[in-house]
């Protein structure tokens, strides 16, 4: 299994990230993905989660109607949309295939002006 996760970066409050995650390894189109991030000096939290055809989407709490999680199987990919940042969604963001307790190796997100 491989996970690999890409657009991260620095964007000011208000602005708008699209993190991707590219799978391999297993049939993608058959596991829920999920997408979790981790803040200095915090533990690790779950932010959004999709089932395998996108049929059933949950949410934190923190980013509910501003995150947007989706995935194309024909890509192997699965997204996190993310708008209207605020510092606090600073975190290393991880792409996960829950039953398969398998982790991506992050990629950075800072909000600040």
């Known amino acids: 299994v491989q996970l690999v996760e890409s657009g991260g970066g620095l964007v000011q409050p208000g602005g708008s990230l699209r993190l991707s995650c590219v799978a391999s390894g297993f049939t993608f189109r058959s596991y829920v993905m999920s997408w979790y991030r981790q803040a200095p000096g915090k533990e690790r939290e779950l932010v959004a989660s999709?089932?395998?055809?996108?049929?059933?989407?949950r949410y934190a709490d923190s980013v509910k109607g501003r995150f947007t999680i989706s995935r194309d199987n024909a890509k192997n990919t699965v997204y996190l949309q993310m708008n209207s940042l605020k510092p606090e969604d600073t975190a290393v963001y991880y792409c996960?295939?829950?039953?398969?307790?398998?982790w991506g190796q992050g990629t950075q997100v800072t909000v600040s002006s």
């Open positions: 996960k295939v829950p039953s398969l307790d398998s």
């Open positions: 999709i089932t395998t055809v996108g049929d059933n989407l």
